[in-house]
């Protein structure tokens, strides 16, 4: 049974920080893997990836220098750390997981959220101004 479970979101103002956690089983730790958020009314966005070595990552350019993305190969598990939080980082963040996909952290994040398959139930991020 594939499990994809997010935790860590919650509710802050702006210039405060939050960290979240996917723990993710059933899909092999060597596969796309990474964090989408979803704003209100806004399609699906790819926040962080990372390569199937889970050595690399690639961010999107309005998280760069502030958020940081890790994977723990040994827990398949996955980290964002964000700080510095801005009211338009408000969202729905989801990890999600592919078990056909492999690839660069840039290729992961290219092919976009709907190749997919496995997602998490979602945490909500909050930030206020």
């Known amino acids: 049974e594939v499990q994809l479970v997010e935790s860590g979101g919650g509710s802050v103002q702006a210039g405060g920080s939050l960290k979240l956690t996917c723990v993710i089983s059933?899909?092999?730790?060597?596969?796309?893997m990474g964090w989408f958020r979803q704003a209100p009314g806004k399609e699906r966005e790819g926040v962080a990836t990372?390569?199937?070595?889970?050595?690399?990552?690639t961010l999107h350019d309005s998280v760069k220098g502030r958020f940081t993305a890790s994977k723990d190969n040994e827990k398949n598990t996955l980290y964002l750390e964000m700080n510095n939080l801005k009211p338009e980082d408000t969202a729905m963040y989801y990890c999600?997981?592919?078990?056909?996909?492999?690839?660069?952290?840039?290729?992961?994040?290219?092919?976009?959220?709907?190749?997919?398959?496995?997602w998490g139930q979602g945490t909500q991020v909050t930030v206020s101004s």
């Open positions: 999600a997981a592919d078990p056909y996909l492999r690839g660069t952290s840039e290729w992961c994040f290219s092919v976009g959220s709907s190749r997919y398959k496995y």
């Open positions: 059933g899909v092999g730790r060597n596969n796309c």
């Open positions: 990372f390569d199937t070595l889970g050595r690399r990552t």
